[in-house]
């Protein structure tokens, strides 16, 4: 098991930026892989990125693809979300998840820790 806190969300203007963080304890960060998932009001959560053991690979939904992006400190236990260019379609609850692969992997199910979210309101 690692427990795992997100913070940084927020109210951000449309076009504006935001950084989450994840921090990690009760197991080294560097034994899974990360992932962040969403969910809007009335929609289910959705996967948003993910990123290797080693940080080496990333993940991204189509729908964040080139505005966010994932990183991680395994030193500090720590992994970051950099939200750029948001969009009021980026509302939602932000969850971040650990997985216990070897590999990078995409799907809720695949995720066997979750944090308790942080929410991410982008105004028009």
């Known amino acids: 098991q690692v427990q795992l806190v997100e913070s940084g969300g927020g109210l951000r203007q449309a076009g504006g930026s935001l950084r989450l963080s994840c921090a990690a304890s009760?197991?080294?960060?560097?034994?899974?892989?990360m992932g962040w998932f969403r969910q809007a009001p009335g929609k289910e959560r959705e996967f948003v990125g993910s990123?290797?053991?080693?940080?080496?690979?990333?993940s991204y939904a189509d729908s964040v693809k080139g505005r966010f992006l994932i990183s991680r400190s395994n030193t500090q236990n720590q992994v970051f979300l950099q939200m750029n260019s948001l969009k009021p379609e980026d509302t939602a609850v932000y969850y971040c998840?650990?997985?216990?692969?070897?590999?990078?992997?995409?799907?809720?199910?695949?995720?066997?820790?979750w944090g308790q979210g942080t929410q991410v309101t982008v105004s028009s």
């Open positions: 009760g197991r080294p960060l560097s034994q899974f892989v």
């Open positions: 998840a650990a997985a216990t692969s070897s590999f990078i992997v995409t799907r809720e199910y695949e995720f066997d820790n």
């Open positions: 990123i290797s053991r080693s940080g080496i690979s990333t």
